[in-house]
């Protein structure tokens, strides 16, 4: 009978240990798998293997490396049934050294973990998470390289200016072949993208608006990639604050606004002196002169007949056509008539 029990627990003990001595073993060693989910499953005592597609599975993660290494690994797995419990392990290595490790089970399903990291020419990262419900449980294992971890800083020193109706943005970078960017106005439009460049410049830009300007970069493959940097702090472009445009209009308006209206009212004083002498009170015989004139003199008899001069000209142009095809459908009809 304690034959039987050590034998059966033996049985049921032996499976498990196996995959103890599986998770004691530093995954640093194994296998070096980039670019696809590890996934292993141990259902009714035994343990099924496969490679799939990170976007073939419902829960979604990642690993970022951020300047000044800082390694943040971020997961969701909000599809997980509610009694099953999630633990999550993060391993850095050098080749197949372990550099660091961070191991925490009952992790909550919607979270993350971060990792100060020394500065490390060649490091890979992999994070595994293991799914665990009663006597079944699965392992996603995912390795990331440094390039695809990494997150670079957004560019610095960006300015932004109206030039010439233009507006341009320009920024500092020791080594612009090696990356990409994106340009937000702030202006509803999708980012501007461009490759390799210093400068953006925005034709015609409307210079009543307030342009906030932001920019990230990223690195491009050719120089091993990275991914997309966070965006940039804002640069405001607010048209008014441009001093000097201020300060050249007011001079102008002073130096010229000024004198111009004073020689515009003198101009206009001595003009209506001209067109209005001063007759306070005409004498009877121009009343009556003015008012027979008056209404005579004001109304524009040219304007209506020009008018209908225009009126007809339309109608004789629209009817030339259609009579050009009436006449054709007569000849064409007188055609047919005698063709028959
Ligand atoms: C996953 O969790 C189960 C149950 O806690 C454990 O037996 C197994 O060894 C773990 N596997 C890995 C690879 O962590
Ligand atoms: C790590 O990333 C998550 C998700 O983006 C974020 O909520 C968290 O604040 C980050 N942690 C650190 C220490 O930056
Ligand atoms: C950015 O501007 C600062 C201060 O003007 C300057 O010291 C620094 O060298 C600039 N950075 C680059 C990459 O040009």
Not at 31 to 45: A, C, G, I, P, R
Request: proline share 6%; with cysteine.
């Amino acid at each position: 009978m304690l034959l039987f029990v050590l034998w059966s627990s033996f049985l049921v003990l032996w499976p498990s240990q196996g995959a103890m001595e599986g998770n004691k073993q530093d995954v640093c060693q194994g296998d070096k798998v980039m670019e696809e989910l590890h996934v292993l499953d141990f259902v009714n005592s035994a343990l099924h293997e496969d490679f799939i597609e990170l976007t073939d599975v419902r829960e979604t993660f990642i690993c970022l490396l951020y300047p000044k290494n800082l390694l943040n690994c971020s997961w969701s797995f909000l599809t997980l049934e509610k009694d099953m419990q999630l633990s999550v392990s993060i391993s850095v290595c050098h080749d197949t050294t372990t550099v660091r490790t961070l191991n925490q089970s009952s992790v909550e399903r919607v979270g993350s973990r971060s990792l100060n990291l020394e500065q490390h020419e060649e490091l890979h990262v992999i994070l595994q998470f293991n799914m665990t419900h009663y006597d079944k449980y699965r392992v996603y294992t995912y390795s990331y390289d440094k390039d695809t971890l990494e997150v670079v800083s957004p560019p610095s020193n960006i300015s932004a200016a109206f030039k010439d109706g233009d507006l341009l943005v320009k920024w500092a970078e020791s080594n612009p072949m090696c990356f990409e960017y994106r340009v937000d106005l702030g202006n509803q439009e999708p980012p501007k993208k461009l490759k390799s460049q210093l400068f953006y410049t925005e034709v015609s830009a409307d210079p009543t608006f307030t342009y906030r300007v932001r920019m990230k970069r990223r690195k491009l493959d050719s120089c091993i990639g990275s991914q997309w940097s966070e965006w940039s702090p804002t640069v405001s472009v607010d048209p008014s604050a441009e001093p000097d445009k201020l300060n050249t209009l007011s001079i102008i308006s002073i130096s010229f606004g000024i004198p111009m209206i004073l020689l515009a009212l003198l101009l206009f004083q001595r003009v209506s002196k001209l067109l209005f002498p001063p007759i306070p009170r005409p004498a009877p015989k121009y009343i009556y002169y003015l008012e027979e004139n008056y209404p005579f003199n004001f109304s524009p008899p040219v304007q209506p007949s020009k008018a209908e001069e225009e009126i007809t000209k339309v109608t004789e142009e629209e009817e030339n056509p259609l009579g050009h095809f009436k006449s054709n459908m007569g000849r064409t009809l007188s055609n047919l008539t005698q063709g028959q």
